[in-house]
């Protein structure tokens, strides 16, 4: 797709010479106006609302509630810890996202099977929303105005850093793209639509702090996870699964790029 | 779907700057799912503001109105204190409503 | 279209009357504003035109819309109108299958104004139908609509 629409953006300019927009507006941000008027009234409030009542369910086998999940902070700590995620966990021994982190507290406190608890994370069309979403959304909204701060003390952070990094710039697919391909550099976009230079601190900072978003087009919330599967997805790469090590690894690159910048989850976008 | 609309009644002089925000999916019939099957017409039809008894807006809506809808306007001769309710029912018949308290 | 309102209607009344029998305050969603049927099912806007009436030109009616949207499927757009005795506000969207997409009827202690978000299929112009005094009047500006980025 992304192959077949880069040479688009000529024929967009061209459009918008015609629609006698101004080129200098169109460069910087030719929706700032229709963002302004969208305001804050960000449907995701709803989501994020299904998501706490989703914590204290008591839910699965053993019916428990996630209300004892440790997301780094400690069992049932929720403040905050999205801006520290991806992060160590010694009792896995292993760096893990939110959402691998959730597929953990879905087995090991509900006693729900592996298969079920990754069955269905994302939302398809006309879908009202997933469980994880929920979770994500609201956990995510615990963290609003905290700087983004992945810990990078435990060699398997800063191995998860060093593999995404290397992820990020590996060329792979039938079309070659690597994600450095659209983020690697600044004022470049796809259509209208700026792309963010996940390089940078700034870059980074304003990707990283507004996903988990509601997508307008979409009428629904999605996950940064998601967000990394549809890149995927683009360069025709095989799907990457959510919660997998790869996923968790560009979360970690792009998370300790953005560092310091204030959490703004959930987004609104397009 | 009950209790999944979202309002801010904000006072500025007399007149009270209401922002609702409803949980609805407005299908408008025309989408289809992901196995290619035709996603049924699902909207709002009617949506009704009280502020205490009073009528403060009454609405008729088609399928063009977007998903999660977001419905603004002003009431006169507002206080603080006082409720603001809005309703809505759809085409399947099911309805909704949820209530703010001027501020 | 009629007999699917009229069987909505039913199920409707049935859960007011379950309502009542709650003690719970009865809804009164069909108050005063009979919903302009034929002009929400017409599609196009000669259709919506024909029944609704047709509006003059009104410099004193405030639409806003964005020039661009980002994304068809949700549009800001907000109607002010200066025109006293203003009783109705109606959003009109030339190129959607049914162009008529909401319609508000504004009670007196009620400012003539409103904000929705609606869906715009193309880029299209967009019409504010003001009712005062048994009058209709108009005013419309474009909002084009583009393709988001990246699909996903």
């Not at chain 1, 697919?173 to 700034?202: M, V, W, Y």
Request: net charge neutral; proline share 6%; aromatic share 6%.
């Amino acid at each position: 797709m992304i192959i077949k629409r880069l040479p688009k953006l000529k024929v967009i300019g061209l459009c918008l010479g015609l629609f006698g927009v101004n080129s200098a507006i169109a460069q910087d941000d030719p929706f700032a106006e229709y963002r302004a008027m969208m305001g804050d009234d960000n449907p995701a409030i709803f989501v994020s609302e299904e998501g706490a009542d989703l914590w204290q369910a008591p839910n699965g086998p053993k019916q428990a509630s996630f209300e004892q999940c440790d997301l780094g902070l400690g069992p049932g700590i929720v403040e905050g810890a999205y801006a520290q995620l991806p992060r160590y966990f010694a009792d896995t021994q292993q760096v893990m996202d939110l959402e691998s982190r959730l597929f953990y507290c879905m087995e090991t406190l509900q006693g729900r099977s592996p298969e079920e608890a990754r069955k269905k994370p994302y939302s398809s069309t006309g879908d009202m929303g997933t469980e994880i979403e929920a979770l994500v959304t609201y956990i995510a909204e615990q963290s609003t105005g905290m700087p983004i701060a992945l810990p990078q003390q435990h060699p398997l952070e800063i191995a998860a850093y060093e593999q995404g990094k290397s992820l990020f710039y590996y060329r792979a697919g039938p079309h070659d793209f690597s994600c450095a391909t659209c983020h690697r550099q600044s004022d470049k976009r796809i259509r209208l639509q700026n792309l963010p230079n996940l390089t940078t601190n700034e870059g980074a900072g304003a990707a990283y702090s507004s996903w988990p978003a509601y997508r307008i087009s979409q009428g629904l919330v999605r996950t940064m996870g998601w967000r990394m599967q549809s890149c995927g997805r683009q360069q025709r790469l095989p799907e990457l699964q959510p919660g997998s090590e790869a996923v968790i690894s560009l979360m970690t690159f792009m998370g300790v790029n953005a560092k310091g910048t204030e959490m703004a989850a959930p987004g609104l976008k397009r | 779907m009950a209790g999944q609309i979202r309002i801010r009644a904000k006072l500025e002089g007399d007149v009270a700057e209401v922002k609702a925000l409803m949980r609805h999916p407005m299908e408008t019939g025309q989408r289809k799912d992901s196995a290619g099957n035709k996603i049924p017409a699902h909207f709002i039809t009617q949506v009704i503001a009280k502020m205490g008894d009073k009528v403060v807006l009454e609405s008729q809506w088609g399928a063009a109105v977007s998903q999660n809808p977001f419905l603004s306007f002003r009431v006169k001769g507002a206080k603080a204190g006082d409720t603001i309710t809005v309703e809505w029912l759809d085409n399947k018949g099911e309805t909704d409503s949820g209530e703010a308290v001027v501020k | 279209m009629v007999k699917h309102m009229t069987r909505n209607r039913r199920s409707f009344l049935k859960l007011a009357g379950a309502a009542i029998a709650l003690s719970i305050a009865p809804l009164k969603l069909l108050a005063e504003f009979v919903r302009p049927e034929k002009a929400l099912a017409a599609t196009d806007l000669d259709g919506v035109f024909a029944q609704l009436g047709t509006p003059t030109d009104s410099d004193q009616i405030m639409l806003e819309s964005p020039d661009i949207a980002e994304n068809g499927a949700v549009v800001p757009v907000g109607v002010t109108s200066n025109i006293p005795g203003t009783s109705k506000i109606y959003v009109v969207i030339e190129k959607n299958p049914n162009p008529l997409a909401a319609a508000f009827a504004i009670p007196e202690g009620t400012e003539a104004f409103v904000q929705t978000r609606v869906k715009v299929a193309q880029t299209s112009p967009i019409y504010a139908v003001v009712e005062a005094g048994g009058k209709l009047y108009k005013t419309s500006r474009e909002t084009k609509v583009t393709l988001g980025g990246c699909g996903g």
